[in-house]
Nanobody, 126 residues
Framework: QVQLVESGGGSVQAGGSLRLSCVVSGGTFSMYVMGWFRQAPGKEREFVSAINRAGTSTYYAASVKGRFTISRDNAKNTVYLQMNSLKPEDTAVYYC???????????????????WGQGTQVTVSS
C-alpha cells in the first residue's frame, strides 16, 4: 500500500520561507506524477504545483509562480515544495498527491490524483 507523508509545515511571517517534504513509501516513486494542492478554510482544494516523473517538467498555479519551486529526488522517494516570499493568502493545509496511473500526462486536476497525504498546515501572518 502506497503511503504519502508530508512534513515541513508551520507558522511564518509574511515574506518568510518554508520547505515542505513528502516521502512516498510502498510503491515505485519514480513512476508517479507528483503534485501539491492546498485547501484554505471554507474554500475548495486548489492546485499549487506538479512535477513529471523524471523531474524535468514543472507546473505552477499563477498565484505561486515565481515564489514556489517543486522538485523531486527519486532516489529518496521524496517530493519537495520550496515556498518563498510567503503571503497571508498562502495560509492553508497543503497536501501531497500522487498519480499512480501509467503513462498519464501531468494534470492540475485533483481528481486525477489517486494517492494523498494527510496534509500539513502552513500559516502565514501579516
Amino acid at each position: 500500500q502506497v503511503q504519502l507523508v508530508e512534513s515541513g509545515g508551520g507558522s511564518v511571517q509574511a515574506g518568510g520561507s518554508l520547505r515542505l517534504s513528502c516521502v512516498v513509501s510502498g510503491g515505485t516513486f519514480s513512476m508517479y506524477v507528483m503534485g501539491w494542492f492546498r485547501q484554505a478554510p471554507g474554500k475548495e482544494r486548489e492546485f499549487v504545483s506538479a512535477i513529471n516523473r523524471a523531474g524535468t517538467s514543472t507546473y505552477y498555479a499563477a498565484s505561486v509562480k515565481g515564489r514556489f519551486t517543486i522538485s523531486r529526488d527519486n532516489a529518496k522517494n521524496t517530493v519537495y515544495l520550496q515556498m518563498n516570499s510567503l503571503k497571508p493568502e498562502d495560509t492553508a493545509v497543503y497536501y501531497c498527491a500522487a498519480d499512480y496511473r501509467v503513462g498519464t500526462e501531468v494534470s492540475r486536476g485533483a481528481s486525477e490524483y489517486n494517492g494523498w497525504g494527510q496534509g500539513t498546515q502552513v500559516t502565514v501572518s501579516s
